[in-house]
């Protein structure tokens, strides 16, 4: 609802990423807020009855394979984790994540779905503004939850990419 006001994420410094992560770069001078998109509803399918964010893999739901690969990736900020609120705080505390995430420097915002991708896409960056901001040029990495075999060095790489030839991404 129009009155709701998102959590302000906050951006820190993590002293426990080094100055220079496994491509052999330097650490980025800045961090992007990430989306991870976990919703169900509208056009999302099921795999086997199953929500596709909470399908196990190895042993893991897919969302915490992709939130377990955005943490350590340096050029990630604050996390909002958008989907079905409830069911995602549980899982994502149970597996020790959002402790994690908090030990790592980051905010992981659990935030509940809307009906629409583009709701939930539009509601999470909303949230990603710190108080104030109205920045048109504001960044968010939009990921989604089905990609449990990504790695922090795609992302990290993705993103460098993205920001040399400052596209959307």
């Known amino acids: 609802s129009m009155g709701e006001q998102a959590p302000e994420p906050r951006e820190h410094a993590d002293p426990s990423v080094p100055a220079h992560h496994a491509s052999g770069s330097e650490a980025p001078a800045r961090r992007t807020p990430a989306v991870l998109l976990a919703g169900d509803r509208a056009h999302s ?6 929500s596709k964010p909470f399908v196990e893999v190895a ?4 969302v915490e394979h992709v939130l377990s690969t955005l943490l350590p990736t340096p050029e990630v900020g604050d996390i909002l984790v958008i989907g079905d609120a409830r069911r995602l705080q549980e899982r994502l505390a149970t597996a020790g994540l959002i402790e994690e995430a908090f030990a790592r420097g980051h905010a992981v915002h659990v935030l509940p779905q809307r009906t629409t991708l583009y709701e939930n896409v539009w ?3 909303l949230a990603s503004l710190p108080m104030g901001d109205s920045d048109p040029d504001r960044t968010v990495l939009v990921v989604p939850a089905d990609i449990p075999l990504a790695i922090p060095e795609e992302i990290s790489s993705f993103v460098r990419q993205a920001w040399a030839a400052h596209v959307d991404y």
């Not at 042993?59 to 897919?62: H, K, N, V």
């Open 59 to 62: 042993g893991r739901s897919m």
């Open 45 to 50: 399918r099921a795999v086997a009855g199953r």
């Open 123 to 125: 509601h999470a960056f």
